[in-house]
């Protein structure tokens, strides 16, 4: 008993007070239509006031709490904007620590924030969190766009402890969010088979997003995810909410609908294997947790997400485009120096900008004659290449078109002279055996000599190949076995390999700024905000049938703009030439078949096609997308691009099911327009010999085209309609 009086004095008089604020405090972060209100308690505890449709005057905020009559927070902390385990948190949290003395616990108070104007419609406010007890804080960042109605939210970890202090967890975010009911989109996949949608009710615990492959992070999952409020938003209706991780390696994103009915969103890497061991003064800098907020439906969301991504994010997201011939599923492995200069006199004669050569160009003692030897061993295969790279870079020039090169730095095989020189610079456990992801593995960029190697294999292309205009940068397997013989702590090895993979292409890009690189990933296995800013645009996935592409591309542009989307036109699939390239022309365009298989009219097409894609192409790229009807809801996908001045568009119209008498029996009703306008219609891409079934000489009034609509005339001998709308 005595014992037990004096442990509880001990516990007083060690109970730090924490000095309390005169009054609340709000700070407000206010974007076009939304605000993501902050409070500061008089106990200095920061949290999530309230995160949605802004009001006009910020002084109504404080009266929101008492609109609802939810059950008791016990803890104070239920709807904290950073949520610390250990000391009051029952639910859970966005940072778990082990201080230098062993002690679990950890409380963060405000201490004080600033807001930035850095110009543009984009401010910044940050703010600094303290633990009363332990020297260790967490700044919050909230980079806003006004317009866009995006935030970016990081935190920067830090401490001043007498020694290291163990991170168990440090997500980037925590939301905080109240509505009736919550309708999670998330998405799952495998190779060719990306993007692939499921829409469910949450239900109370914690739904969990998230991948633990290490590299090709996405195979299984994406981070991209939507969140409906009150009920599943539709194209332009209700509310919802757009998610995702600006990272490319393990993530974790855990959406928690709490005993009070409130949904707590936590984002962030995953901390699976990865306890973070921080010196003391060394900053610990979570990747940036991406949201948008629309009340306008999903069409409207991801129009502000996209708009964001060209204007901010993706690398020279407003400029343009290469379109190309690649020559992988003309080829594959079987090509040499003759066979590769008839396809560039192909790139010439389709009328595309570029000729990408992908695998198979590199590597001597084990030759890459498919995909079981050379990743590693970049130096042109002599067999096939006499010439190198050079002679075909020229031979590019002399047929005015550019050139462009695959390479998968990041991998190697086990059959490859890397491998014998440099065992060590491989991700495997020394006491294991070694387990294959398409005959390869992963290079340990957590050393910065291998670091040093991935930057060479790019630097030699370059400076080897003075015109080398484009890279396509693959990675087509996971982490296996996943151990760094250069890192003394295992635990870091997941943070380290992305900070090696980011430094990389950091250090790429401050010597070729402006260069096009391709991210790709077995497809899309590796498509994020993270990677974009390093890369132009992205491979959705080598499943490039036309008629799945219709479905996954219509996934991918709910979070990216259609300038990102790699689309090439392949023999996959059982669909003509003209389908086949129309649903390419929905992104980047380009080309993986061979030339001198195609009919003359079919190579007339494509030409044709090209050139009418130059001629709209910016409305793709730059223009406001609407999706008005949807594949998965009846026999017709059709996708509009208007440009912003609402004066001319290009409408993509598509068959998607093959019974018997289906087709566009309604109208497709279109969006975007200026009501009052009046607009033509004319039927563009058509295939030669074929004339347009629409009435070209109607105009119309955009009232009646988004009232009414209009009717593409899609059925079984049209089975791709491209149109083109001008105001007159
Ligand atoms: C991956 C890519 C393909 C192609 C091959 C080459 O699968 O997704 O486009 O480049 O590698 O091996």
């Known amino acids: 008993m005595r014992f037990a009086l004096k442990g509880l004095w001990t516990l007083v008089i060690c109970v730090v007070s924490i000095p309390v604020l005169a009054q609340e405090q709000i700070i407000p972060i206010t974007t076009a239509e939304n605000a993501m209100v902050l409070k500061v308690d008089q106990q200095k505890n920061l949290s999530i006031l309230y995160y949605g449709r802004k009001l006009g005057n910020n002084n109504e905020y404080a009266l929101i709490p008492q609109a609802y009559k939810q059950t008791s927070d016990y803890t104070e902390v239920a709807d904290a904007a950073y949520t610390a385990s250990g000391s009051r948190n029952l639910l859970e949290p966005a940072i778990t620590v082990t201080h230098a003395d062993g002690n679990n616990s950890l409380d963060l108070r405000y201490v004080q924030h600033e807001q930035k104007d850095l110009g543009s419609g984009v401010s910044q406010l940050s703010i600094l969190l303290k633990d009363p007890v332990y020297h260790f804080q967490v700044t919050l960042f909230y980079k806003s766009y006004f317009k866009q109605d995006v935030i970016e939210q990081w935190a920067v970890i830090r401490h001043a402890e007498k020694s290291n202090v163990t991170l168990h967890k440090y997500a980037s975010a925590n939301l905080h969010i109240k509505a009736k009911s919550f309708w999670l989109t998330q998405y799952h996949g495998d190779w060719a088979k990306e ?40 194209e332009d209706e209700g509310t919802v909410l757009y998610g995702a991780l ?19 969103i936590i984002s962030g890497i995953n901390s699976y294997a990865s306890a973070y061991t921080l010196k003391p003064n060394e900053d610990f800098v979570t990747p940036g947790f991406l949201y948008t907020l629309s009340h306008e439906g999903k069409g409207s969301a991801s129009r502000k997400l996209q708009d964001w991504a060209r204007n901010f994010k993706v690398l ?59 990743l590693g061993d970049w130096e042109p295969n002599k067999k096939k290449l006499p010439n190198g790279i050079g002679t075909l870079v020229k031979e590019a020039a002399n047929n005015q078109v ?21 065992p060590d610079w491989v991700v495997k456990q020394p006491q294991r055996a070694e387990h294959y992801f398409r005959n390869q593995l992963v290079l340990d960029l957590s050393n910065p000599k291998v670091q040093d190697f991935v930057f060479k294999v790019v630097d030699d292309l370059f400076t ?27 635990s870091h090895f997941y943070i380290e390999y992305m900070r090696g993979l980011y430094n990389v292409l950091k250090r790429i890009r401050s010597k070729y700024p402006t260069v096009p690189m391709m991210l790709c990933s077995g497809g899309g296995g590796r498509v994020d905000y993270g990677a974009l800013e390093y890369f132009t645009e992205f491979w959705p996935s080598d499943n490039t049938d036309p008629l799945e592409r219709i479905f996954m ?84 996908a059709s996708m509009a691009y208007i440009n912003e001045e609402k004066s001319k568009g290009v409408i993509f119209n598509y068959l998607v099911n093959n019974r018997y008498g289906t087709g566009s029996i309604y109208p497709v009703r279109l969006k975007g327009l200026e009501p009052t306008a009046r607009y033509k219609i004319t039927e563009i891409c058509l295939y030669p010999g074929t004339k347009t079934s629409i009435d070209e000489s109607q105009t119309y009034s955009g009232e009646f085209l988004m009232t009414i609509g209009f009717n593409p005339v899609v059925h079984a001998q049209r089975t791709s309609v491209v149109l083109n709308i001008e105001k007159i």
Request: net charge negative; with cysteine; hydrophobic share 35%.
């Open 195 to 234: 993007m692939q949608s499921e829409t469910s009710r949450l239900t109370h615990g914690i739904k969990t997003l998230d991948s633990k492959l290490g590299t090709r992070a996405n195979l299984f999952q994406p981070s991209v995810f939507m969140v409906s409020l009150d009920q599943p938003a539709t």
């Open 246 to 264: 600006e990272y490319s390696g393990n993530f974790k994103t855990d959406l928690e609908l709490d005993y009070q009915n409130n949904l707590r």
């Open 316 to 374: 020279d997201g407003k400029k343009d485009r290469l379109t190309l011939l690649n020559n992988w599923e003309a080829t594959y492995f079987d090509f040499d120096e003759s066979k590769l200069k008839e396809l560039i006199k192909d790139t010439r004669k389709l009328g595309v900008d570029l000729f990408l050569l992908d695998d198979g160009w590199f590597a001597n003692k084990y030759p890459r004659n498919g995909d079981v030897a050379g």
């Open 402 to 422: 550019k050139f462009g090169i695959w390479i998968e730095p990041e991998m190697i095989n086990p059959k490859s002279e890397l491998y014998e020189q440099h």
């Open 464 to 490: 080897q190949n003075g015109e080398l205009a484009y890279i396509k940068w693959d990675c087509n397997a996971v982490i296996y076995n996943a151990h760094s013989a250069y890192l003394k702590n295992q």
């Open 553 to 636: 591309q219509w996934e991918y542009s709910y979070f990216y703009p259609a300038i990102t989307s790699a689309n090439h036109v392949t023999d996959w699939g059982k669909q003509p030439i003209k389908f086949r390239t129309d649903v390419a022309m929905m992104g980047k365009l380009g080309f993986d078949i061979v030339v001198k298989h195609l009919s003359e009219k079919d190579l007339q097409y494509c030409q044709n096609a090209i050139k009418q894609y130059n001629s709209f192409k910016d409305i793709v790229w730059f223009g406001k997308q609407y999706r008005l009807a949807n594949p998965t809801e009846g026999d017709i």
